[in-house]
């Protein structure tokens, strides 16, 4: 499989960069890991007249964690952030869902930023950029914005970037004191797209009752599927709130369709499960001292 004509650049600045997706518009296409590119254009999936490939923008290769978020450059790998220590200790949901993510070989060459715009409903990155309530930081010749993860992913493999836009950097905001997060997926081969996975965020208050919990579902419709688990479990004591409870309210709350790999029916049944393990494990991490993480 060949892909098919495509004029190739390779810019050396950002502002570089801009000026040729710029005059590239609708016909532009940026190359960063190529994880997720490559293999359309290959299969002609995609066609973009002009390839921008951004490899030698060494200023948007970075993981930086400070008091609010962890900042991820269009550049830093999956492999990079996965083993990025402040990170772990900062947001652990994103090591959780990345060690789900594909096959080693894909998380040491694809790119989370990447991942992010491909905005596939099956992926694990647009799910924990939802859940925590992130944003992703896009530039062009017009100037630089903001959208809010609830704003990016508009449909399948569809995102608000737009024409002559840029994703430099994606924002994973730190959860609050006392949170703990979790990352369940079935698979039907470990590194496969996920028939259904969840991602669940549990804050306890100074009592260690829930006082706040949410869910994240991947697979399970054309955008990662937020719903609020507050009503199911909040006021309730960490050991002993209804998880198999806050399962069932996502098993009503999200929409699959049948296809070749499993039906509508198992896809809700997984969600309602996987958000039970999910939120027993979250809460739990929640509940444990610092000491005992450390």
């Known amino acids: ?46 066609a973009p007249g002009q390839l921008v490939d951004v490899n030698r923008l060494a200023e948007l290769a970075y993981v930086r964690t400070d008091a609010e978020a962890v900042r991820v450059g269009a550049l830093a790998r999956h492999a990079e952030v996965e083993h990025d220590a402040d990170t772990w200790e900062a947001v652990p949901l994103l090591r959780q869902a990345l060690a789900d993510l594909a096959h080693p070989t894909i998380r040491n060459r694809g790119t989370v930023v990447g991942s992010l715009v491909h905005a596939d409903p099956s992926g694990e ?68 797209y ?34 609020d688990l507050a009503g ?7 050991d002993a709130a209804d998880w198999a409870a806050a399962g069932a309210v996502v098993a009503a709350a999200v929409d699959p369709e ?6 509508a029916a198992y ?6 499960v996987l958000t039970a393990r999910a939120g027993r494990a979250a809460a739990a991490q929640a509940a444990r001292t610092p000491e005992e993480l450390a």
């Open 125 to 192: 990155m647009p799910a924990v950029l939802a859940l925590l309530g992130g944003v992703m930081e896009l530039a062009s010749e017009q100037g630089r914005r903001t959208v809010p993860a609830a704003e990016f992913f508009v449909g399948p493999l569809e995102s608000a970037l737009r024409p002559g836009e840029l994703a430099t950097a994606a924002v994973f905001p730190r959860p609050p004191a006392r949170s703990g997060s979790a990352w369940r997926e079935v698979a039907r081969r470990r590194g496969d």
């Open 258 to 263: 049948d296809d070749i790999h499993a039906t």
């Open 1 to 46: 499989m060949k892909p098919p004509p495509f004029r190739y650049h390779r810019p050396s600045t950002v502002e570089e960069a801009l000026a040729v997706l710029a005059e590239a518009g609708h016909d532009g296409k940026v190359l960063a890991g190529g994880q997720s590119l490559v293999p359309l254009l290959n299969m002609r999936l995609a």
């Open 232 to 238: 199911a479990v909040g006021g309730r004591p960490h």
């Open 194 to 227: 996920a028939i259904c996975g969840v991602g669940v965020l549990v804050t306890l208050d100074e009592e260690r009752l829930v006082r706040a919990a949410r869910a994240a579902c991947i697979s399970v419709g054309p955008t990662p599927v937020l719903v």
């Open 267 to 272: 896809r809700r049944h997984l969600a309602g």
